[in-house]
């Protein structure tokens, strides 16, 4: 099965969304300075207008289109398609099907992801997120992508879920835009790795930023650590842009496919939160 372009699935699923949002305003008069979890707009809803912090998701994903619409027609994002495209190239690349992969998704928000791999026929798509906002919106708006979809936290799962998350013997772990910003934390994200299979395929995106030597989020140090210690082999890492922001300036995050190569040790599974950062 060849690579193939297709145009970003939300495009084609916009048209056929009940949007509520009549009208979306960003502010002409905002700082340079503002941080990426900081911005805001303006949203005319039913009549009404209501300002909305980009960081409140269970807000937006209460609003049919509004995610769509804001992040995607009007600030460009593209990072769904960029890195299902990205996994795609090395699959075929290494011969194996993109119909054969069984995928945890992890912060799969409102199904962006899950749409762009449901449209490669992926076999099997299981969305994990923290809200259950991002449950229902997919689930509203995505009916058909998700197997199934769980609104849990990998760092606190019972016993009854973490069993089925593991009889679903994931071979791919993706997780776009969700790394950072204490949306998903470098523990979660360990969690993630060991509940799929070895040899299995990860895709992330995360903020450049988060990845400097700098950075005190845990992210940078963690994936050193899987890299070095080859748990994790990277297959390709791409700087990209991932959307604009409020004040027109490109927001860069690396897109990065790997494959898992052995099991996380206990030692790293059994760290704190503080211990990642």
Request: hydrophobic residues 40%; proline residues 4%.
């Amino acid at each position: 099965m060849g690579s193939t372009t297709l145009e970003p699935q939300w495009r084609r699923r916009l048209t056929r969304l009940r949007s509520q949002v009549d009208q979306i305003s960003i502010p002409d008069i905002v700082s340079r300075e503002m941080p990426q979890d900081r911005e805001w707009c303006d949203v005319m809803v039913a009549g009404k207008r209501r300002r909305i912090r980009f960081h409140d998701y269970h807000e937006i994903y209460g609003i049919p289109g509004l995610y769509e619409k804001l992040f995607y027609e009007k600030l460009g994002c593209c990072s769904p398609s960029r890195v299902v495209q990205l996994l795609e190239e090395l699959l075929v690349e290494f011969g194996d099907d993109p119909r054969a992969l069984r995928v945890l998704d992890l912060g799969a928000g409102n199904g962006m992801v899950g749409d762009e791999l449901y449209a490669r026929q992926v076999q099997r798509i299981v969305g994990i997120d923290l809200l259950r906002e991002a449950k229902e919106a997919a689930g509203r708006d995505r009916p058909e992508v998700y197997h199934n979809y769980l609104a849990v936290d990998l760092t606190e799962l019972p016993k009854e879920v973490e069993e089925y998350l593991r009889g679903q013997r994931f071979n791919c772990l993706i997780t776009v835009a969700a790394l950072g910003f204490n949306d998903i934390a470098p523990t979660a994200l360990i969690k993630a790795l060991d509940l799929v299979d070895t040899r299995s395929w990860v895709a992330l995106t995360i903020k450049e930023d988060f990845l400097r030597e700098q950075d005190d989020s845990g992210f940078a140090t963690l994936i050193r650590q899987l890299n070095r210690d080859e748990i994790l082999q990277i297959q390709a890492y791409r700087r990209f842009r991932h959307r604009f922001s409020i004040t027109g300036d490109p927001l860069f995050y690396i897109a990065m496919v790997a494959r898992k190569l052995a099991d996380v040790p206990e030692a790293l599974l059994q760290r704190q939160p503080e211990d990642t950062a």
